[in-house]
């Protein structure tokens, strides 16, 4: 039997990653709280609700056996595609995101066990193709005059670092100075441009989960080599290869998608592969993409391309016997 490639997880391991990464975008929260008011919290009250809901109706639906432990999964993706979306986006167009996440790209392979896409990443290319615009509209950063205070309501017209990129505006991208870019201080996804609370939270995987830093620094590399060789503004290199990493959801996407266990490789060199060739695709997307962003299409294109390579996963019908005897046949068993 062929070796395998990807990572089976059980219930309870999907569990403790699920409620430790969700630790670990609380930072990343409420930074969306205090760049674009309560309107963030609502729309991740909507999505988290959404994902969940449809995880338990999708299950009753297809009469699935019962879960040992609840993992927690669901709610996380709802929280990942929460953080991935403008303040102002409408509910209902959030929760149709929420819903396709889960009953289209989850359910379907087995859940977390058999898992193929990522459930996050495609929701956000289902609202890529079926929302552009409401997915690209951003709304202005609260302007704060003392501590925690904002005006009432968000103003739209918002212009993203990522737009800007996409224009070529180079005068533009020269008044945003360091400080902004770390801070999140403009335009964009509304969880995914603090990137010092970003870099904070993913600490976590050098104590936990280091081998997924193989992941997350191939998908940097392919990125910052790429917008280093063919820089798209007038700044020079450099200048180049920190806009196009601090902008959109490049850098949250290399820490909390590509980064996912259930449809990670194993090994550490694939690990590194894994991730340049979605960062790879995620630059040539913006470079010739459609759209200012297109990371999660990347986040899916690494999914469905590695499995290539892999061998077969679990389906939705069998899960545990397929994952625990690949388990078995990795030396994983309980007498390992």
């Not at 929460?82 to 379907?108: E, N, Q, T, Y």
């Not at 290399?254 to 592969?273: C, E, G, N, Y």
Request: glycine fraction near 10%.
């Amino acid at each position: 039997m062929p070796t395998a490639t990807v990572n089976f997880i059980d219930e309870k391991q999907s569990r403790q990653n699920s409620l430790s990464l969700a630790l670990m975008l609380l930072g990343s929260l409420a930074m969306a709280w205090y760049n674009y008011g309560p309107r963030a919290l609502a729309l991740t009250a909507v999505c988290i609700a959404g994902t969940t809901i449809s995880d338990f109706a999708g299950l009753l639906i297809v009469k699935s056996r019962k879960r040992e432990v609840y993992d927690f999964s669901a709610p996380l993706t709802g929280l990942l595609i929460a953080l991935m979306l403008p303040a102002d986006f409408p509910f209902s167009f959030a929760l149709m995101g929420c819903v396709f996440a889960v009953i289209v790209a989850k359910l379907p392979f087995g859940g977390v066990k058999g898992e193929l896409l990522n459930p996050a990443a495609a929701g956000l290319a289902f609202l890529s193709v079926s929302r552009p615009v409401a997915l690209f509209a951003y709304p202005k950063v609260i302007d704060h005059t003392g501590v925690f205070s904002a005006k009432e309501g968000l103003a739209a017209g918002g212009e993203s670092l990522a737009s800007m990129l996409q224009l070529g505006d180079s005068m533009r991208l020269n008044h945003i100075n360091f400080f902004k870019l770390l801070t999140g201080a403009f335009p964009g996804p509304m969880g995914t441009g603090c990137i010092i609370v970003l870099l904070a939270g993913g600490f976590y995987f050098i104590f936990r989960q280091p081998e997924a830093l193989l992941n997350f620094f191939g998908m940097i590399t392919a990125g910052a080599a790429l917008s280093f060789l063919f820089p798209r503004v007038l700044t020079g290199r450099l200048s180049s290869l920190v806009f196009e990493l601090m902008s959109g959801a490049f850098i949250f996407a290399a820490l909390f998608l590509i980064t996912d266990q259930a449809s990670s490789p194993v090994k550490k060199t694939h690990r590194f592969l894994y991730g340049a060739f979605a960062g790879g695709l995620a630059m040539a997307l913006r470079y010739f993409g459609v759209f200012e962003e297109g990371v999660w299409f990347a986040v899916l294109l690494a999914n469905a391309g590695w499995v290539v390579f892999s061998s077969p996963r679990p389906t939705f019908e069998e899960p545990i016997a397929q994952a625990e005897n690949s388990n078995l046949d990795q030396g994983g068993g309980q007498g390992a």
